[in-house]
């Protein structure tokens, strides 16, 4: 039998949390609300995906943000953390957002070439870049645009300068990367923060779960009543 490293219980909780960006802010709000790992967790050479914490009914996956949301709204993950983002772009229905975290701040943005000077009008078709094609094909049909999306995961800025799309879709924080690119920021489409985020059949059946998101919510108003003082 090969050996998943998860441990073989069935009534521990999973906790998903996304690789990158918002990992480092989330690990001390995680850790106030009662989640935390296991030291092998911060190990900068480990290449495990699944994690002890220190509450011991509780078990650790880090994954993809977008693979955050599909564990929990599948049932695999009972909660976890994401962006925004990523809750707009799936919209699962089995997926609930309780509680803000007020963390992972920036917003998903369209970007053009700075050469290109205004938007044309009267444009009916657009090829953008972007890993969000459903936000992005919405955005544009509120205003009439048909948007043809190209796929991407990452070097979106590239997207313009090898001619593969004229536009791009991505999250913006200080717009630093655009402009080195030779891009300007020309629409904000959503404004993102890092959520956490329950699986809806768990939040019914299970008090933990109910708990959890009560222990979030606690630590994202003392931290909310901090930034006010």
Do not use: W
């Not at 509120?142 to 090898?162: D, F, I, T, Y």
Request: charged share 25%; glycine share 6%; proline share 6%.
């Amino acid at each position: 039998m090969i050996s998943t490293g998860l441990p073989d219980n069935p009534a521990q909780l999973t906790f998903a949390v996304p690789k990158g960006r918002i990992l480092d802010e989330a690990l001390p709000v995680m850790a106030r609300a009662g989640v935390e790992p296991e030291a092998a967790f911060r190990d900068p050479h480990s290449r495990a995906l699944a994690f002890a914490c220190l509450r011991p009914d509780m078990r650790l996956i880090r994954v993809r943000a977008f693979d955050v949301a599909t564990f929990v709204a599948h049932g695999a993950a009972q909660a976890g953390i994401v962006g925004s983002d990523v809750i707009e772009e799936f919209d699962y229905a089995d997926l609930y957002a309780p509680v803000d975290l007020g963390i992972g701040l920036c917003r998903l943005s369209v970007a053009r070439p700075a050469a290109d000077g205004a938007a044309p009008e009267g444009v009916s078709h657009l090829r953008v870049a972007t890993k969000y094609p459903n936000l992005t094909r919405r955005h544009f049909a509120a205003a009439g645009v048909q948007a043809e999306c190209v796929k991407l995961n990452g070097a979106m800025e590239l997207a313009p300068s090898l001619g593969l799309a004229r536009q791009i879709v991505d999250l913006v924080s200080t717009g630093r990367t655009l402009a080195e690119n030779g891009l300007v920021e020309a629409e904000v489409i959503l404004q993102v923060s890092a959520r956490l985020i329950v699986n809806r059949t768990a939040l019914k059946t299970d008090p933990r779960i109910a708990e959890l998101v009560n222990a979030f919510r606690r630590e994202a108003e003392a931290r909310a009543l901090e930034v006010a003082a």
